[in-house]
């Protein structure tokens, strides 16, 4: 089957079209994310639209190596994202000359969480004695 331009697609590129669903499952399954899992297998595409594949023995093989390469790269890269904000945020702290921040949730947010609480443990006492015993066993 020729392309737009008349050339016949690569042997990779026809794997790649032939197992593209396989790749998508078998990268959401890994990364937990379809979204992820696409941008991976879209990069797959990408990298092999520009290779000479008359060295690539196994294409199937080479493509599920290859992203699984661009998956761990993408984890790499996200690592080093996250130990550079951290540093940065460390940093920042540790020259800041005021008291840094808590954590803690505000005085607005604990009553309101209180108030809330209340209320669903009136609902939960003026339940039958059988639901409130399964509903209390349940959480």
Same mark, same amino acid.
């Given at each position: 089957?020729?392309?737009?331009?008349?050339? %016949?697609?690569?042997?990779?590129?026809?794997?790649?079209?032939?197992?593209?669903?396989?790749?998508? %499952?078998?990268?959401?399954?890994?990364?937990?994310?379809?979204?992820?899992?696409?941008?991976?297998?879209?990069?797959?595409?990408? %990298?092999?639209?520009?290779?000479?594949?008359?060295?690539?023995?196994?294409?199937?093989?080479?493509?599920?190596?290859?992203?699984?390469?661009?998956?761990?790269?993408?984890?790499?890269?996200?690592?080093?994202?996250?130990?550079?904000?951290?540093?940065?945020?460390?940093?920042?702290?540790?020259?800041?000359?005021?008291?840094?921040?808590?954590?803690?949730?505000?005085?607005?947010?604990?009553?309101?969480?209180?108030?809330?609480?209340?209320?669903?443990?009136?609902?939960?006492?003026?339940?039958?004695?059988?639901?409130?015993?399964?509903?209390?066993?349940?959480?």
């Amino acid at each position: 089957m020729a392309n737009a331009d008349g050339k %016949r697609p690569s042997v990779l590129v026809a794997a790649y079209m032939e197992k593209r669903t396989n790749l998508l %499952r078998f990268f959401a399954l890994r990364t937990s994310s379809s979204s992820e899992a696409e941008d991976i297998v879209q990069e797959i595409y990408l %990298r092999i639209a520009a290779l000479d594949d008359a060295s690539v023995e196994n294409p199937v093989g080479y493509l599920y190596r290859l992203g699984t390469n661009v998956m761990l790269d993408r984890v790499r890269a996200r690592q080093r994202s996250t130990a550079r904000d951290d540093a940065y945020y460390r940093t920042f702290q540790a020259g800041s000359s005021e008291e840094a921040e808590s954590d803690a949730p505000s005085p607005e947010v604990v009553w309101e969480s209180r108030a809330r609480l209340e209320r669903v443990l009136a609902v939960v006492e003026r339940m039958p004695p059988r639901r409130k015993q399964v509903f209390v066993m349940h959480k």
